[in-house]
């Protein structure tokens, strides 16, 4: 399993490339966490940019369209599947509603991908994503995943964009909430991603 977690993956992700050498260059593009939010998704689009400057080939895909079967092909075709930043449990909820946390899981799993996600991609692979469920920004969507469950790959959940003061309330909330929500939380800026492989967790910046 090898998962690169970041704050901002167009801020880190030349890391990947020392910390994976052998992973190739195809790279699955997701960015539906960005769905609910007025566009232009400007954190989308510099990981997109990033990507291409560093000399990946990417595929976007679009999880509203796709089944189960047909996200499998696309997942066989690729060496990274990224997810974008955004509403965690929008996305969250989405891979639930088509059937996809499977397909995701067992590819990790069995290192037949190297998962990279930015912000609520990088949220999404823990067992709890409930440090969340104070932003007000996802009230909508919460209902949706009342037990608040990620994909269930790491013990600890990400808070990303730790140096920008935007996040300060809803870093505020998360803390004062910790008593609780006993899950562990490492707070990482844009600058740092959490690596983590079969040989433990780094922090990388």
Request: include cysteine.
């Amino acid at each position: 399993m090898k998962l690169f977690l970041a704050s901002a993956a167009d801020k880190t992700i030349h890391l990947l490339s020392e910390l994976s050498p052998t992973t190739g260059k195809k790279v699955l593009f997701v960015t539906n966490a960005a769905d609910p939010y007025p566009g232009p998704h400007f954190w989308v689009e510099n990981d997109r940019s990033r990507f291409i400057e560093l000399g990946y080939q990417l595929e976007e895909i679009n999880l509203r369209n796709v089944t189960s079967e047909s996200f499998q092909q696309h997942l066989s075709d690729a060496d990274i599947l990224h997810i974008c930043g955004g509403s965690v449990y929008y996305i969250t909820n989405l891979i639930r509603e088509r059937g996809l946390e499977n397909n995701i899981m067992d590819a990790i799993t069995n290192d037949e991908i190297v998962y990279t996600g930015t912000s609520a991609g990088a949220i999404i692979v823990s067992k709890n994503i409930k440090a969340f469920s104070y932003d007000e920004e996802e009230t909508e969507y919460i209902q949706k995943i009342p037990d608040h469950r990620g994909l269930g790959l790491i013990d600890f959940t990400v808070v990303p964009h730790c140096n920008n003061p935007d996040f300060i309330p809803g870093h505020e909330k998360m803390v004062a909430n910790t008593p609780n929500d006993p899950t562990p939380l490492i707070f990482v800026d844009d600058d740092w991603a959490v690596w983590v492989d079969g040989e433990g967790i780094k922090i990388m910046s």
